[in-house]
């Protein structure tokens, strides 16, 4: 067996995103409506499972709202706040999640992965900002797949391209649609409850009855759950 593979979700997982998508979830409802949507409005959507993607959340959000508005003008005031000019974007606000040290020592024992819902370039200009010496391979993105979370069509792409022989592979999720994902891929998941999730219990119960194999505050705790 060669090496085991850590396939992470990136949102929420390598990436705390609390200033950053979930912050320009609510700006964007407040520019459509006038009211800013709440971080536990976002997260209970997200506990309900199928608003993976941020921009249709944002519209789903808006609409629900009783206001009318495209689909596409909601995306494109989302991607104008958060990509920015490049220097003043919300996405910059993201802040890496790993302690210095944490990936690299677990690098020795185990290959790693990307399985995300974000546009191919988001995912690869965030991993080059905070990890340029890490190795993710494959990155498995928005555009690699035509059904999107919780299907399981592009972990068991991402699990194929990085297994050319058999090896133990997990999947590192914080949300109920990936750890549906990673059950109907047939994939040990491994969830990810930040205490100070405005649905954190919710979460933890959601993680449990999905068959999680362990759910840990965050990824600096791996260590302590996956063994080679
Ligand atoms: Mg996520």
Same mark, same amino acid.
């Given at each position: 067996?060669?090496?085991?593979?850590?396939?992470?979700?990136?949102?929420?997982?390598?990436?705390?995103?609390?200033?950053?998508?979930?912050?320009?979830?609510?700006?964007?409802?407040?520019?459509?409506?006038?009211?800013?949507?709440?971080?536990?409005?976002?997260?209970?959507?997200?506990?309900?499972?199928?608003?993976?993607?941020?921009?249709? !959340?944002?519209?789903?959000?808006?609409?629900?709202?009783?206001?009318?508005?495209?689909?596409?003008?909601?995306?494109?005031?989302?991607?104008?706040?958060?990509?920015?000019?490049?220097?003043?974007?919300?996405?910059?606000?993201?802040?890496?999640?790993?302690?210095?040290?944490? !990936?690299?020592?677990?690098?020795?024992?185990?290959?790693?992965?990307?399985?995300?819902?974000?546009?191919?370039?988001?995912?690869?200009?965030?991993?080059?900002?905070?990890?340029?010496?890490?190795?993710?391979?494959?990155?498995?993105?928005?555009?690699?797949?035509?059904?999107?979370?919780?299907?399981?069509?592009?972990?068991?792409?991402?699990?194929?391209?990085?297994?050319?022989?058999?090896?133990?592979?997990?999947?590192?999720?914080?949300?109920?649609?990936?750890?549906?994902?990673?059950?109907?891929?047939?994939?040990?998941?491994?969830?990810?409850?930040?205490?100070?999730?405005?649905?954190?219990?919710?979460?933890?119960?959601?993680?449990?009855?999905?068959?999680?194999?362990?759910?840990?505050?965050?990824?600096?705790?791996?260590?302590?759950?996956?063994?080679?």
């Amino acid at each position: 067996m060669s090496r085991p593979v850590l396939i992470f979700d990136m949102d929420g997982v390598l990436v705390d995103v609390t200033e950053s998508y979930r912050e320009t979830i609510a700006q964007t409802v407040e520019r459509f409506t006038g009211v800013k949507a709440t971080r536990a409005e976002i997260q209970e959507c997200k506990n309900a499972g199928g608003w993976n993607d941020d921009w249709r !959340l944002s519209h789903h959000l808006v609409t629900r709202a009783g206001v009318d508005v495209p689909f596409e003008d909601v995306k494109a005031y989302f991607q104008e706040i958060f990509r920015g000019d490049g220097t003043d974007g919300l996405m910059l606000r993201e802040q890496w999640v790993a302690r210095p040290g944490v !990936l690299e020592t677990l690098s020795a024992n185990f290959r790693f992965a990307v399985f995300t819902g974000r546009p191919r370039e988001e995912a690869e200009l965030t991993l080059a900002r905070f990890a340029p010496d890490l190795v993710f391979d494959p990155i498995v993105a928005m555009e690699d797949t035509v059904n999107r979370k919780p299907a399981p069509d592009g972990l068991i792409l991402c699990k194929g391209r990085a297994c050319a022989e058999p090896a133990a592979v997990y999947y590192i999720g914080d949300t109920v649609d990936d750890a549906r994902a990673a059950r109907a891929a047939g994939v040990p998941f491994i969830g990810i409850a930040a205490p100070s999730n405005p649905a954190y219990l919710d979460l933890v119960f959601l993680f449990q009855g999905e068959g999680a194999c362990a759910i840990i505050d965050d990824i600096n705790y791996l260590p302590e759950v996956v063994t080679q």
